[in-house]
């Protein structure tokens, strides 16, 4: 049976996201989940930086997961991607992160783009993942970021009302855009209805990161 070792920063994801992928899957899988919110509000309270001792604790974690014999890690957290990159050549099974897939669709759309966060330190990650799509695709992007705190601690404390109100308040303030980037996998209950307000698509992780485990699993 195919091993599958799922990383969070953040509850919701924690909660949610193994049965969207047990239930993308067509076999049966042993999934397992760890739990580090360290990552995440470390870094939003130093204003999105990312330390050396938290990219150690990343190599460890990462190191961990390893050893369990898995056959894929997936790190679903956006604020870690480029320091999941970073430290691939280190780590013997498949890693794979939740927007690794993110830049090739977004600019699809169109090259007019609107980043919006919760968390300030998704927000770096992401534009990087954009901007090196669009330059393999040898285009110039024209990319606008936001983030929102309030909705940040909302989250990361439960509380989905405040944190999808915030959103609310962000949609409606975008304007001539071509598509919206949600910067973190647990916005993306929030897509059609931030799409509807702002009246153009939203591009969001994690059913792209589903589909691209599916394919290493049935690989």
Request: glycine letters at 4%; a negative charge; proline letters at 3%.
């Amino acid at each position: 049976m195919k091993q599958i070792m799922l990383i969070h920063t953040v509850q919701c994801m924690y909660l949610t996201f193994e049965k969207r992928l047990r239930d993308a899957l067509e076999c049966e899988v042993k999934i397992d989940n760890l739990l580090d919110t360290f990552f995440a509000s470390d870094a939003n309270a130093r204003g999105g930086e990312f330390t050396q001792l938290n990219l150690n604790r990343l190599y460890l974690t990462l190191k961990s997961a390893e050893l369990t014999g898995c056959d894929v890690i997936a790190v679903i957290c956006s604020t870690l991607s480029p320091y999941v990159e970073m430290l691939k050549p280190l780590i013997q099974t498949p890693v794979i992160t939740i927007d690794g897939q993110l830049g090739h669709h977004a600019i699809r759309h169109g090259d007019r783009i609107q980043v919006l966060a919760s968390a300030p330190s998704a927000i770096s990650p992401t534009v990087k993942l954009l901007e090196d799509a669009a330059a393999e695709a040898g285009r110039t992007l024209e990319i606008t970021t936001r983030f929102n705190l309030n909705a940040f601690h909302s989250m990361m404390s439960g509380d989905l009302t405040i944190h999808d109100q915030e959103l609310r308040k962000m949609a409606a303030e975008v304007k001539d855009k071509d598509c919206i980037v949600f910067a973190q996998g647990s916005m993306e209950h929030m897509a059609q209805e931030v799409s509807n307000i702002a009246s153009i698509p939203v591009v969001t992780t994690p059913t792209l990161c589903i589909a691209e485990i599916k394919s290493l699993i049935d690989g």
